[in-house]
């Protein structure tokens, strides 16, 4: 299941409609992808990709919605030969390989001296957007992040509020722009307890949550590394 921005962006316009242009249509895209970033770092969950290792190449492209490593398949090591889905490969008897990411790569030191097809990777991940959309996300996850993307929203408008704010009232019966302000503010400390709360909510139910985006052939892979 995917979520398309454009849904997100007129979700969150309907809780928080523009005062003088605040939030803009940049504001309130602005303001989900802080809410999606801020969600997926303290709610990430795990998916399973493949590397094809090749002879002689150290650096390898990681997902885009790559955070973590959890696991890298690995081989049997019998007296300085690795035991590969490939093959026997001879290495040195000291030989140890290590991992490290620099940048959007996954690099191995030394280079690899064999060819692997389809090296296992198990990995912590992110919501990212691409092609207007987020491919993995779900409904559930928009109920849980929506109130900060609220509380987000709020904000800008609560800060033009005090910027521009005059003191007096402008027409009988009308509000100062502090106590507009003030309104503002005690919404947002409401929309970011909902939050939390969800958020807390949700890593009760663990497993449950993180589950939520694996596909099938994801959730083989992964119990099929699990030795």
Known sequence: MSIEVQDLIARLAS???EFGEIPDATGYQNCIA??????????????????????????YALPSDFVSIVYLQTWDDQDGVLNTPAGLVPVAPSYTERTYVEGPNLVFSPTPAYSWSGRGLRYIAQHVEADDAYALM???DVEIF???AVALAL???ANYQARNAVGHRTQAGAETSNEIVDKLRARIKDNERLYQERVADAKRKGVAIRQAS???TEQALMLAQVT
């Open 15 to 17: 809780e928080v409609p």
């Open 34 to 59: 802080s809410a999606v970033a801020d969600f997926s770092g303290k709610l990430p969950f795990q998916r399973y990709t493949t590397l094809d290792i090749v002879a002689g190449t150290a650096s």
């Open 138 to 140: 779900t409904r559930r």
């Open 146 to 148: 929506m109130p900060l």
């Open 155 to 157: 904000g800008l408008q």
């Open 214 to 216: 694996y596909t099938r």
